[in-house]
């Protein structure tokens, strides 16, 4: 329904084509949505706009219309048009990287205002929250978003914004969306997923009630490790919308033309990667399951993962990113593994082309709970059996 009264709003802006894209299937939107936003040419590959101004009209400037590239351009509408689709939201902002996505949902806050985060939580969402957020009065609180108990605990200080990770950084721990979504909003709470992990296409948070879907989309979006990005996605254009849009427009950490024409064409094939990621990253978790040197692999896809279950009611499929724990391994014979890997990448952040792997406590810091022989490990596209040879190699 929402992406229909979405597709009648299109129609009366935009083209009467945009009514039948919005009411195709994901692989198809992802191809065609936002194309011909702000763009009269019409061009299969839309042009890159490098202007930083364009002609107001004659009776001076309105927001309707192009003025100044920091508040809109005819890259980052294209961009904002496609994410909104995709996620079945009502409205999109994109931003210079997915921190500066987080900051603008924060900056929206006020002094006494509260946040309840999950402990597994992506390291710089937390580093955000305690270095930079504490001085502001908001106060954090961190729980177990796998255990309802628990959550059921948090809520009761009435926290004014929920943020769930889901699956979780680094540990993939899923929170049952639908169940905590609902019991946040009994609360009054406002509720933020961030969705980088799972992309649009395998999992749609705003279906569940969330108010905003968050993204890095420098990982899976991108897709090449050659773009930083990031993006809210809104469930209602309402008054919330509009002063994160100030915080983007006046706060100015806005992408460049070329970051959004680069993420608008990795987009269009976010579909059929994140196919190819979560055949690999199924064939890598189970060969490392059976593996004896590892003691404990997290992926939800495993029947044995406790996320599984609630995985399968709310995930289309598992994703591309895995964690595993070397058995008996401390820091330092783990960072050994890592070193001995010939085509998995040495590298933090995750997503790509290529397959990643990392230490992923080094990576954090040394007061991360995570456990210091877990690697990360970021499933590319390279054949699988390629993968598996390496990694075989490495745990030799
Ligand atoms: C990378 C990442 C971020 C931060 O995004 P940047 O684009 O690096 O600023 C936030 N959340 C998750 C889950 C991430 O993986």
Not at 219 to 244: C, N, P
Not at 301 to 320: E, R, V, Y
Not at 370 to 383: A, K
Request: charged share 20%; aromatic share 8%; net charge neutral.
């Amino acid at each position: 329904m929402e992406r229909l009264k979405h597709a009648l709003k299109c129609v009366s802006s935009t083209y009467a084509f945009s009514l039948k894209i919005l009411l195709m299937k994901l692989e198809t939107r992802a191809i065609h949505a936002g194309l011909h936003e702000g763009e009269a040419t019409k061009s299969i590959a839309p042009p890159l706009h490098l202007t930083t101004i364009f002609q107001h009209p004659e009776t001076g400037f309105s927001p309707e219309n192009f003025g100044y590239s920091r508040y809109d351009n005819p890259n980052r509408r294209q961009l904002e048009t496609l994410l909104t689709d995709l996620e079945g939201g009502a409205a999109s902002l994109a931003f210079g990287s997915g921190m500066a996505a987080i900051a603008a949902v924060v900056q929206s806050l006020k002094p006494g205002d509260s946040i309840l985060a999950p402990i597994d939580i992506y390291n710089g969402t937390r580093r955000l929250f305690n270095e930079i957020l504490a001085h502001w009065s908001v106060d954090i609180e961190y729980i177990d978003m796998t255990d309802a108990t628990a959550f059921e605990q948090g809520l009761k200080n009435k926290p004014t914004l929920v943020w769930i990770e889901t699956p979780s950084n680094p540990r993939l721990l899923i929170t049952d969306l639908d169940a905590f979504i609902s019991k946040s909003k009994q609360v009054g709470a406002k509720v933020v997923v961030d969705n980088t992990w799972m992309t649009p296409i395998l999992q749609q948070p705003l279906k569940f009630g969330a108010d905003v879907v968050m993204h890095s989309t420098t990982k899976y979006m991108g897709g090449h490790s050659d773009v930083l990005g990031g993006a809210l996605i809104f469930r209602e254009k309402d008054t919330w919308f509009d002063q994160v849009k100030v915080i983007q427009q006046i706060g100015g950490a806005v992408p460049s033309p070329f970051d959004c024409w680069l993420l608008y064409r990795s987009i269009r094939t976010l579909p059929y990667r994140m196919r190819g990621h979560c055949e690999n990253a199924r064939k890598v978790a189970n060969y490392l399951a059976r593996h004896p040197r590892v003691e404990r692999v997290y992926y939800p896809g495993l029947p044995s993962d406790p996320g599984h279950t609630i995985a399968l009611k709310q995930m289309k499929d598992f994703g591309g990113m895995l964690s595993f724990q070397v058995k008996g391994a401390n820091a330092q014979e783990t960072l050994a593994v890592v070193a001995k890997a010939k085509l998995i990448s040495r590298a933090t952040s995750l997503g790509a082309i290529e397959s990643l792997w990392e230490h992923r406590k080094t990576s954090e810091s040394p007061t991360s709970p995570t456990p210091d022989n877990l690697i990360r490990m970021s499933v590319g596209l390279e054949h699988p059996d390629d993968i598996i040879v390496d990694v075989e190699q490495a745990l030799s």
